[in-house]
């Protein structure tokens, strides 16, 4: 795949910014600041790295994508529908009854949508299940998995890492979106997850700390998570909650709120 030169990366984020805010406002419910600030890990993800085919999106030689941070979701619909999975004018039936893009995503109803999310920890559990089965049928895919860092107080998450490590899944690569915001306010105030890097390091991963908003530092994290060959990889992703949008950046009220249609508009003219 070819790289994105720098103002295209910059104009495509800053769409894909302006189609999450649309889909928030016109649901009138979601969750903006963590979908805010992954945009770039998914960008580069999806037009760099990401083996996939959007005319083919059960390719049995594709790589996967789990999203375990499920109510991120309109990020991803969002990187879908950019690279033709389906409709970008579908991206405003989110969360609207019968539309294919529920709360959470959902397994079965969307092209590209590989793991129904949901309940925190699970899909953690689910991805390193995938690429087990990948490696005992000497396949070549990756698995990689988006996880917030709030999720990570999930214990069942530490056993998932824990089969990871042991099992040497190299092809399994996990992105923790380490914006130090959840639902009850900061990560360090609800449970302290700090040194996070060494917990990893501890439990036998190829660990890499990085600004998850740098398109270098993303680029160069990835490019160490494909050449690692005998440990799995975690990324842990340095991100801006609400990321593009001056007053929802670092702002824990975000995490599950979604823009009025006036705060909606403010917003799209500071992506313009």
């Known amino acids: 795949m070819a790289i994105l030169k720098e103002k295209e990366l910059k104009e495509k984020t800053k769409e ?13 419910s979601g969750h903006s600041a963590g979908a805010l600030g992954q945009v770039e890990l ?3 993800l999806y037009k760099e790295v990401l083996k996939h085919n ?12 789990i999203v375990s941070n499920g109510h991120t979701c309109p990020v991803l619909y969002a990187t879908l529908a950019d690279n033709g999975y389906f409709p970008k004018k579908e991206l405003l039936t989110l969360r609207k009854l019968g539309s294919r893009l529920q ?26 299940g995938l690429a087990a089965s990948l490696r005992r049928d000497k396949k070549t895919n990756k698995v990689y998995c988006f996880v917030g860092d709030g999720e990570l107080e999930e214990g069942q998450c530490w056993e998932a890492l824990l089969f990871a490590a042991k099992e040497k899944l190299s092809n399994f690569i996990l992105i923790v979106d380490r914006n130090y915001i959840q ?10 997850l700090d040194p996070l890097d060494k917990k990893c390091e501890a439990f036998g991963f190829h660990t890499i700390s990085l600004d998850g908003n740098n ?11 494909l050449q690692e060959k005998k440990r799995p990889t ?28 006036e705060e909606a508009e403010k917003a799209l ?4």
């Not at 894909?16 to 009138?28: E, N």
């Not at 709360?103 to 925190?120: A, Q, R």
């Not at 639902?183 to 302290?192: A, E, F, M, R, Y």
């Not at 003219?269 to 313009?272: D, H, K, Y």
């Open 215 to 225: 398109p270098q530092d993303i680029r160069k994290a990835y490019k160490s998570a």
């Open 183 to 192: 639902i009850d306010g900061s990560t360090t105030q609800v449970l302290h």
């Open 42 to 44: 998914y960008t580069i």
């Open 103 to 128: 709360g959470h995503p959902h397994k079965g109803l969307l092209p590209g949508v590989e793991h129904s999310g949901g309940p925190l920890g699970q899909g953690i559990s689910f991805a390193v």
């Open 54 to 65: 959007p005319k083919k999106p059960l390719d049995p030689n594709r790589d996967f994508c």
């Open 269 to 272: 003219e500071e992506l313009e």
């Open 234 to 261: 975690v990324l842990i992703a340095r991100t801006i909650p609400g990321k593009g949008v001056s007053f929802m950046e670092n702002k824990v009220e975000w995490h599950g709120k979604a823009p009025t249609k």
């Open 16 to 28: 894909i910014r302006r189609s999450i805010i649309s889909m928030l406002a016109k649901a009138g």
